[in-house]
Each structure stands twice: as structure tokens, then as C-alpha cells.
């Protein structure tokens, strides 16, 4: 009986989606390490006009920078996953008690759906992750920022509280923003925007809107999954009541929006590494920038496009699928490709840094 317990709770985290919880982090903190790093092998300096997170020079200080950046992007991580794991127990629950998951509904059964965990367990550990999570925020704004930046604190501090908040109402509640079709823009900004750019800053405290396009293509194909997600379950959310985007546009207008999803994103993407096949850049108001010695590590600027591959097998397998039963196997396929994209980012910035 406890291991069919444990085995539900495991099913309701929804680790599948996890990977792509933490695809803006990686992407965000690569760039972040790149933009000090690649300086510093190539101009054969670290800018120390850069005010990090001391007030010392970083030439003397590297190890000290990176035991405080690896500090910051494991927080971030675990902020993130406890974000993702309390969304989808909220969903479970949300989902569960307005009956929405029930016997018309494709894909894995839920928790609360299949009656092993009830209603009241599944809301007690929705009260304990959110309290971890914030735990959890509350330390990496404190490693970020310290006590001295208290407003940029502050303000982090309430994209917390709003992530957390997010994520329960996305399906709990009569209210609930994701039965009005709203879930698209939130997924978007929390995954896109919010994730990249503000990881960027916990490490950097530089606002660099470069970020916007490596941001854009993560949010834009997370948006892509829900998107998917609901134009697979858009009979079974039809009658439960559940107006997402699918359910108001219906089946082939959702797939054309579907192909810009990852179309914009591609472009974003390729805006992004051209940007950093052509010079090296970093925050504006540094004000420098210089090409790249070596061809040959120019072109690994361009290695993250490589994910874009499986999602053009993607785009076409969806054109050609007219039952949204069979849409299922591609949540998995277009999360797992954002993945490869965030990891794909890491490596190519990890090389040319290091020449």
C-alpha cells in the first residue's frame, strides 16, 4: 500500500515535465557564465568594471565567483523544480475535484483521478511544496543579492510569491485562469522571460535585453507543449467546461498556431547564435565587443539549432495527424527538443569560452 502511494505522488510530480521546468535556468545561467568568461580567455582580462555580486575584483577572485555561481544556479534549480512539481499537483487537484479528468480523457491517469490519493492529501502537499519553494526562493534571492540590494530583493521576492500563486490558480479554484484559456501567456512568461532573464541577473545583476531572444525561444516552446497538451485533450476539456485557446480556435486553427510557436522560436534561436557567431557580446553598458579569433569555435555557436531538428520532424507529424489521441507522443518529443536546446546552449558557450 505505501509503495502505490509513493508511486502515485511520484506519477502526480509529473517528472517527464521536469526537463523542461529547468530549460530557461540552464539557458539563462550559460549565458551568464559566457558573457564573463569568454571575455576573460580571449581578451586576456575579466572586466572588472563588472559588478557582480562582490565588490572586489573578479581577475582575483574566480574560484570565489564560481563557488557563488554554482551556488545560484542550484538554488535556482531546485526553486524551479519545487515551481514545476507544485503546478502539477495543483493541476491534479484542480483537475481532479471540477471532474475534468475522467474516462474521456487521454494520457496517464492522475492521482486524485484514480483515487489513490484523495482530494485533501493532494491539497496538504500543494501547502508543503509551496513552502519548500519559497524557502527555497527566498534563499537564492539572499545568495543572489544579499541584503543590500533590498528593492531588486523585493521585487524578486514577489515573482515568487506570483510563481507560486500561478501555479496553483492555473487550474484550482473558480477563477482558475488555464478554464480561460490564459494558461499560454502565464507558461510564457514564467518559463521564457521570468526564468531566463531573471537567473541571468541573480548571477550577473545586469539587465542584458540580448536575453529576450534565448528567452523567447524557451517560452515560446513551452507554450508549444501546453498547446499541444490541450489540442489532445480538447474533446474531453470541451465537455468538462475548460476553455483553453484549442477548445475557443478549435483543432486546425490550434495547429497553425502550433507551427508559429516553434517557427518564431526557430528564428529567435538563430537571431541569438548568429548574433554570437559575429561578435562576442555582453551587457550594453560595458560597451565592448570583438570578433572571434577562431572560425572553426565560431560555428559551435550555432550547435543549439541543432534541436530544431526532431521539432521539424514534429511539426510535420503533426500536420499530417487528424485524431488528437495521437498527439500524445509529441509532448514528450517538443519537451525533451527544448531540453536538448538548453543543454546544447550550455555545451556550445562552455567550448568557446574556453578558447
Same mark, same amino acid.
Given at each position: 500500500?505505501?509503495?502505490?502511494?509513493?508511486?502515485?505522488?511520484?506519477?502526480?510530480?509529473? !517528472?517527464?515535465?521536469?526537463?523542461?521546468?529547468?530549460?530557461?535556468? !540552464?539557458?539563462?545561467?550559460?549565458?551568464?557564465?559566457?558573457?564573463?568568461?569568454?571575455?576573460?580567455?580571449?581578451?586576456?582580462?575579466?572586466?572588472?568594471?563588472?559588478?557582480?555580486?562582490?565588490?572586489?575584483?573578479?581577475? #582575483?577572485?574566480?574560484?570565489?565567483?564560481?563557488?557563488?555561481?554554482?551556488?545560484?544556479?542550484?538554488?535556482?534549480?531546485? %526553486?524551479?523544480?519545487?515551481?514545476?512539481?507544485?503546478?502539477?499537483?495543483?493541476? #491534479?487537484?484542480?483537475?481532479?475535484?471540477?471532474?475534468?479528468?475522467?474516462?474521456?480523457?487521454? =494520457?496517464?491517469?492522475?492521482?486524485?483521478?484514480?483515487?489513490?490519493?484523495? +482530494?485533501?492529501?493532494?491539497?496538504? =502537499?500543494?501547502?508543503?511544496?509551496?513552502?519548500?519553494?519559497?524557502?527555497?526562493?527566498?534563499?537564492?534571492?539572499?545568495?543572489?543579492?544579499?541584503?543590500?540590494?533590498?528593492?531588486?530583493?523585493? @521585487?524578486?521576492?514577489?515573482?515568487?510569491?506570483?510563481?507560486? $500563486?500561478?501555479?496553483?490558480? *492555473?487550474?484550482?479554484?473558480?477563477?482558475? *485562469? =488555464?478554464?480561460?484559456?490564459?494558461?499560454?501567456?502565464?507558461?510564457?512568461?514564467?518559463?521564457?522571460?521570468?526564468?531566463?532573464?531573471?537567473?541571468? *541577473?541573480?548571477?550577473?545583476?545586469?539587465?542584458? $535585453?540580448?536575453?529576450?531572444? +534565448?528567452?523567447? %525561444?524557451?517560452?515560446?516552446?513551452?507554450?508549444?507543449?501546453?498547446?499541444?497538451?490541450?489540442? /489532445?485533450?480538447?474533446?474531453?476539456?470541451?465537455?468538462?467546461?475548460?476553455?483553453?485557446?484549442?477548445?475557443?480556435?478549435? !483543432?486546425?486553427?490550434?495547429?497553425?498556431?502550433?507551427?508559429? @510557436?516553434?517557427?518564431?522560436?526557430?528564428?529567435?534561436?538563430? /537571431?541569438?547564435?548568429?548574433?554570437?557567431? @559575429? %561578435?562576442?557580446?555582453?551587457?550594453? #553598458?560595458? =560597451?565592448?565587443? $570583438?570578433?572571434?579569433?577562431?572560425?572553426?569555435?565560431?560555428?559551435?555557436?550555432?550547435? +543549439?539549432?541543432?534541436?530544431?531538428?526532431?521539432?521539424?520532424?514534429?511539426?510535420?507529424?503533426?500536420?499530417?495527424?487528424?485524431?488528437?489521441?495521437?498527439? #500524445? +507522443?509529441?509532448?514528450?518529443?517538443?519537451?525533451?527538443?527544448?531540453?536538448?536546446?538548453?543543454?546544447?546552449?550550455?555545451?556550445?558557450? $562552455?567550448?568557446?569560452?574556453?578558447?
Amino acid at each position: 500500500m505505501a509503495s502505490t502511494k509513493l508511486k502515485a505522488w511520484i506519477s502526480a510530480a509529473r !517528472l517527464r515535465t521536469l526537463p523542461l521546468s529547468i530549460s530557461g535556468i !540552464l539557458v539563462g545561467s550559460a549565458f551568464a557564465y559566457y558573457n564573463v568568461f569568454a571575455i576573460e580567455n580571449n581578451s586576456e582580462k575579466l572586466l572588472n568594471s563588472i559588478e557582480l555580486n562582490f565588490s572586489y575584483s573578479i581577475a #582575483d577572485n574566480v574560484s570565489l565567483f564560481m563557488f557563488n555561481y554554482i551556488s545560484i544556479v542550484i538554488l535556482a534549480l531546485i %526553486t524551479t523544480l519545487g515551481f514545476q512539481i507544485l503546478s502539477n499537483f495543483a493541476n #491534479d487537484y484542480g483537475d481532479g475535484v471540477k471532474g475534468t479528468d475522467n474516462e474521456d480523457r487521454i =494520457g496517464p491517469m492522475r492521482a486524485i483521478q484514480s483515487g489513490i490519493i484523495s +482530494p485533501q492529501e493532494m491539497k496538504r =502537499g500543494m501547502v508543503i511544496t509551496a513552502i519548500l519553494t519559497l524557502i527555497s526562493a527566498i534563499l537564492l534571492i539572499y545568495v543572489s543579492l544579499g541584503i543590500d540590494r533590498l528593492l531588486v530583493s523585493l @521585487f524578486f521576492l514577489a515573482l515568487g510569491i506570483a510563481a507560486i $500563486w500561478a501555479a496553483i490558480k *492555473y487550474t484550482v479554484g473558480d477563477n482558475a *485562469y =488555464g478554464y480561460r484559456g490564459l494558461g499560454d501567456v502565464f507558461v510564457f512568461i514564467f518559463f521564457g522571460p521570468v526564468s531566463v532573464m531573471g537567473i541571468y *541577473y541573480l548571477i550577473t545583476t545586469i539587465v542584458n $535585453w540580448e536575453m529576450i531572444f +534565448p528567452s523567447m %525561444t524557451i517560452g515560446l516552446l513551452s507554450v508549444a507543449v501546453l498547446n499541444l497538451n490541450n489540442m /489532445r485533450d480538447v474533446q474531453s476539456d470541451k465537455k468538462a467546461g475548460k476553455n483553453t485557446i484549442v477548445v475557443k480556435l478549435g !483543432l486546425s486553427k490550434a495547429k497553425m498556431l502550433h507551427y508559429g @510557436f516553434v517557427i518564431v522560436a526557430f528564428i529567435c534561436a538563430l /537571431r541569438l547564435t548568429g548574433r554570437i557567431y @559575429f %561578435t562576442q557580446y555582453i551587457a550594453n #553598458d560595458i =560597451g565592448e565587443s $570583438w570578433m572571434l579569433e577562431n572560425e572553426n569555435i565560431n560555428l559551435i555557436a550555432f550547435l +543549439p539549432l541543432l534541436a530544431f531538428i526532431p521539432l521539424l520532424i514534429h511539426l510535420i507529424k503533426v500536420k499530417k495527424t487528424t485524431s488528437p489521441a495521437l498527439l #500524445d +507522443p509529441e509532448l514528450k518529443k517538443v519537451a525533451l527538443s527544448t531540453f536538448l536546446f538548453a543543454v546544447l546552449c550550455c555545451v556550445s558557450v $562552455w567550448i568557446i569560452s574556453s578558447f
